[in-house]
Structure formats: C-alpha cells, structure tokens
C-alpha cells in the first residue's frame, strides 16, 4: 500500500516500545510533512545514536568516558542507587532530593535468574568504593519486587561484613508503577523515608 522506504520507516517505529501500526503510521506521515531540513536534523539525531554508550562505571547513557554523575566531584560518593535503566535517573534527579551515585542494573530478574544484571559489577564497587548505603530503587511491580529481594539475597552478607546499610525505597509509588513516571514529590517521599531490607 505504501512506497517501500515509507512502509520501511513505519516498520521501525512500529518496534519500538508503545508505538502500534497507527501511531506509526502517522509519526511517518508527520515526518514526511515536515519541511527538509527538520526530516534531515531527525536523521542526524538518530545517526548521533552511535555516539552514545553505556557508562562503564554506572552503566548510566553517556557519550564521554564516563557519565556526568560519575565525573561530578560534588555527588555524594557514599550514597549509591540502584535501578533498573537509565530512564529511571532522569525522575530521580529532578526530585532534587537524592545527590549519591547511581548502578544501573540493566533490566529485572528472569525467573531466579539475575546473570544479565550488572550485579557482579555492583559487587565490584562495594568492595573498592567507600559506599555506606545501598539503596535499591527497582519499581514497584512483580518483576521489580522480585529484582529487589534478589538484590538483598545477592547483596546481605556482603553488606553487613562491610558495614554498608541495605535500603529499599518506599511504597510512596503506587505497586505497579515506573520511576520513570513518579511525579516529583512521590519520588521525595519515597527516597525520605527509604526503608533498611532487613
């Protein structure tokens, strides 16, 4: 029905996350109305793309050596958040209520399985870091839940041989629900009044 280089387009916007065929379709047709320059400034930005990379330390998006956080002298170097992905930072930050570091884990448990987690690089850190709380900030759904009391599990012995407090956020999210999307004084209450996993 479509040219095959428009049809092409649609496809991939099509893949992504939350995108179905029709929104597709007219994120295309937006495009293809669009004058020149603003479709080639689109392409550019989606060609910058192999600029960007994982943080090595954090595993936070970064197009440097190593992400603003890490680099930033003024962060709290004793305070350390994990989460599931670099979107999850963005909520959190604006809070302005949180000044650590962050460990991005890269995703959820499968199953009882965490081996594509960056958790033995979280491990790393803690013993070569002067970190004195953890704070797990996985969201509140089943997968979530689950990543946080495997985090504890993984985590307990080692923390407690180093004297590093083990925290979970707080249900101020309602159960089900994405950092991603916590509103601004949600996100304050729940890093307050952060709980010790015991």
Known sequence: MYPKNFQNLIDHFN?????GPKLAERLVLSLYKSDTQKAEDFATALQGLH????CPKCFNITESDLCTICTNTARDTSLLCALEDPLDIL???????YNGLYHVLGGTVD??????LKITQLESRLQTSNINEVIIA?????????TAL???QRLSE???ENNIKLTRIVRGLAT???????DDLTLISALTNRTEML
Do not use: Q, W
Not at 51 to 54: A, S
Not at 138 to 146: A, H, S, V, W, Y
Not at 176 to 182: K, L, P, V
């Open 15 to 19: 893949g992504l996350p939350g995108i």
């Open 51 to 54: 600029n960007v990379h994982n």
């Open 91 to 97: 909520p959190i930050e604006r809070s302005r209520n």
């Open 111 to 116: 199953g009882k399985k965490g081996d594509h």
């Open 138 to 146: 996985t969201n509140f759904t089943t997968e979530g839940d689950m």
């Open 150 to 152: 495997f985090l504890k």
């Open 158 to 160: 080692m923390c407690a």
């Open 176 to 182: 089900g629900s994405d950092i991603e999307y916590a």
